[in-house]
């Protein structure tokens, strides 16, 4: 009965790929942001943008590896996917205020 409640520990051998992952994440979750930015500011071509996407994916990826070899519970997973939708709309949100003051104090 103990056994069902008690999530099991985290393996020695995952401890490695765990870290990996989450290096992962943070790297390629910086390239999705840095490679949105620039095409946002002109700096890269519009045809980039989808690269940006296929970053996002991988660093939605990296969480589900890193969630799943870490055995999260069902909360922790959920706070993993909202994490992850807000991280994809966030850029857009920044995106579309500044859109929104620009043509507000535009003169």
Excluded: C, R
Excluded at 36 to 65: D, I, N, Q
């Amino acid at each position: 009965m103990i056994d069902q409640v008690i999530n099991p520990g985290i393996a020695l051998d995952d401890f490695l790929p765990i870290f990996v992952s989450s290096v992962l994440a943070m790297l390629f979750g910086g390239f999705y942001v840095g490679i949105y930015t620039a095409v946002k500011v002109k700096v890269l071509k519009t045809w980039a943008m989808p690269l940006a996407y296929v970053f996002w994916l991988m660093t939605a990826y990296s969480l589900y590896v890193m969630g799943s070899l870490m055995h999260v519970g069902d909360l922790t997973a959920k706070a993993l996917i909202i994490s992850m939708v807000g991280y994809l709309l966030l850029p857009h949100a920044v995106y579309y205020m500044q859109h929104q003051v620009h043509e507000e104090n535009e003169h």
